[in-house]
Each structure stands twice: as C-alpha cells, then as structure tokens.
C-alpha cells in the first residue's frame, strides 16, 4: 500500500495550495452576495431595456416580429432616443459599478 505524503487533516490539500484557493472570510461573502445582487439589478435593467426596445422597433415598423433589416437600426435608435435616456443612465451606472466591484474582488488577497 502506498504511503500518503500528506495528512487528510490538513487545513488544505495540495491541489487548493497549488491554485490559491481564497479562505470564503465574511468580507468576501459580503462582496459576492453584493456583485450577484448588483448583477441581478444589471440583468433586468438590461432585458427590459432590451424589451422595450423590439416595442419601439415594432410600432415603428408595424411587424409582429421586426426582421434583420429593422434589428439593424437598434442600437442608434437605443443610443440616441430621448425615450431610452433613463435606462441608457441607469444601465451605464449599474456596468460601472459591476467593473468595478469585479476588480476589487480580484484584488482581495
């Protein structure tokens, strides 16, 4: 039988010690419950950007179902309508503050 050149009773196996595995201290689970809160907020605002959106395209072309053509045209009518201007803010606040949060988790030691 082989012998074990580690105990199982060690705070860490090597594979963990190999990668750097973080310790989950409550600092860190504050900052992951705040990134996956900030992110669900950042995913609405998002898709309901996004669905409101296909309804402009669609009374602007009077289609049930607007094709590639009528896509085309989303982005400028999304960047430069008034009616977009608050989800535009809110949507470009909450992308900040998801780089943001993403880059002090990565520096978390």
Known sequence: MARADWAYDEPATRYELAIGVPEMTPARIILLGMIGVVFAVWAFLAFRALFR???????RTGKMFPGPRDALSA???????HLFRQDRKYLGLMTLLVLLLAAVSARQP
Do not use: E, M
């Open 53 to 59: 959106l296909a309804g402009v395209l669609r009374l």
């Open 75 to 81: 982005p400028k009518v999304f960047l430069t309508d």
